[in-house]
């Protein structure tokens, strides 16, 4: 027989434990870690050159730790494995917590530190979510247009589901094979929830939707269903910050610590006018006097149209003004556009702050304003009892205007006739009451 003996190592390779399935968190089942020669073949560390060092890493962003030879001595991130003079292989395990995205690996590699020219060993490993341990958003918080699921990416809707899922210790998204419940609920009034993003929405009767402060809404993760996620989708009338509560449910228990995220509403399109002043029967407005009123445009649901730099509405409209009072007598005006009418800007964000009134008459003045493209769109002052428009008297526009004072026309009430002395009377003077003229040119000239 021909004894076959290994040729000196050529490099290092991982012979045991590639391609393993790691739990997040888990130790690993055992890795080899092998010295060969050219041609495969365990080689063996000779005699004279030491013990043999080498590096063990791995590619993986996650929180890593090696041991080695044995389970009980892990080191974060790298470690050096020894491989004892007169042998070829020795063993380590390895701990990961960050899942691989699909269809990758993660790879350990093992570098030569005594031997910086040894071929180096690769492995490859994946590592598969752990139990679930919390929940978390698997979306990022959104931004909606009040009264819509709708919320734009440079001018097209994106899909705006909210769902929060299950994770294990690490963050990682995981399953389960038992079925959890998601609890949404929310503290805002004027909240909804829905798992239809396509149903009506009608602010005074939501058919499909659900007020999230007056009843939960509950959404099941099915066990063994690979699923990880429970979602949901939300709308708000109110612009600012709308908050969503989610607490995951097992057995009929809560489980977890519950999680909450805040969602921007942001103003719909332009839908009718408010207008703004403080002119009221204990302080009117003084005739001949100029006043100022505040417009506002809203959207249907009161919100000013202010506009937003990711949902667009800003309102740029050209508004006219009117008034129940004769032209003659009513000025409205903008005073720094000296113009009979205002032209919006983005930047004025749906309020027009300085339009300018007066009257030469005392009276109750009703003020209104519309858009000159789009008659729908108006408001005007003292809109109590117009349909259509959302409750509360700050949604509204402030009474009509109220105006005071005398105003005096100074007349020449001298008896006198045009030509003098035989003349008609002229014709203002007789309307302020005059119907006699002088009969001696002295008389005339004393009167």
């Not at 045991?16 to 399935?21: L, S």
């Not at 499909?208 to 009338?237: E, K």
């Not at 789009?374 to 117009?386: E, I, K, M, P, V």
């Amino acid at each position: 027989s021909v004894l076959v003996t290994p040729d000196s190592i050529d490099g290092l390779a991982i012979s045991t434990g590639a391609g393993q399935a790691l739990l997040a968190g888990a130790t690993s089942q055992v890795f080899v870690l092998e010295t060969q020669d050219y041609y495969g073949n365990p080689s063996p560390v000779k005699v004279g050159l030491g013990d043999a060092l080498v590096q063990l890493e791995s590619d993986s962003a996650g929180d890593l730790q090696f041991s080695t030879p044995t389970t009980g001595q892990f080191f974060s991130t790298s470690a050096v494995a020894y491989v004892l003079v007169g042998q070829s292989a020795t063993s380590f395990y390895l701990i990961d917590t960050l899942l691989n995205t699909p269809g990758s690996t993660h790879t350990i590699t093992a570098t030569g530190i005594s031997f910086p020219t040894w071929n180096v060993g690769r492995a490859s490993y994946t590592v598969l979510a752990g139990e679930p341990a919390q929940i978390g958003w698997f979306n990022p918080a959104r931004r909606l247009v009040a009264g819509t699921t709708v919320q734009y990416a440079l001018g097209v809707p994106t899909n705006t589901v909210a769902a929060a899922e299950l994770r294990d210790r690490f963050g990682n998204p995981t399953i389960s094979t038992a079925t959890f419940t998601i609890r949404y609920t929310s503290p805002g009034l004027s909240t909804y929830g829905g798992v239809d993003p396509t149903a009506v929405i009608v602010a005074t009767a939501p058919i499909g939707w659900r007020n999230l402060s007056a009843l939960a809404l509950d959404v099941p993760i099915p066990g063994g269903a690979g699923l990880t996620r429970a979602p949901m989708y939300l709308w708000d009338t109110l612009v600012g910050g709308t908050t969503i509560q989610a607490q995951a449910i097992l057995g009929g228990f809560n489980v977890f610590t519950p999680i909450s995220q805040v969602h921007a509403i942001t103003p719909g399109v332009a839908s009718y006018m408010t207008l703004h002043h403080p002119y009221v029967p204990l302080s009117p407005l003084p005739v001949t006097n100029s006043g100022t009123i505040v417009l506002k445009v809203r959207d249907q649901f009161g919100n000013v149209a202010a506009g937003d730099v990711v949902n667009g509405n800003y309102y740029s409209g050209v508004i006219s003004f009117n008034s129940s009072g004769s032209s003659t007598t009513v000025t409205l005006r903008d005073p720094i556009a000296s113009a009979t009418y205002h032209i919006f800007t983005p930047a004025e964000q749906g309020v027009f702050t300085n339009l300018s009134v007066s009257d030469i008459y005392q009276e109750v003045l009703r003020v209104g304003a519309s858009d000159y493209h789009n008659q729908s769109l108006f408001g005007y002052t003292n809109d109590g009892a117009r349909p259509g428009l959302p409750a509360g008297a700050a949604l509204h526009s402030d009474g009509d205007v109220e105006l005071a004072g005398v105003v005096i026309t100074p007349r020449d009430i001298a008896p006198e006739s045009n030509p003098p002395p035989n003349g008609p009377i002229p014709s203002d003077k007789v309307a302020a009451g005059v119907t006699k003229v002088a009969n001696t040119p002295s008389a005339y000239m004393n009167s």
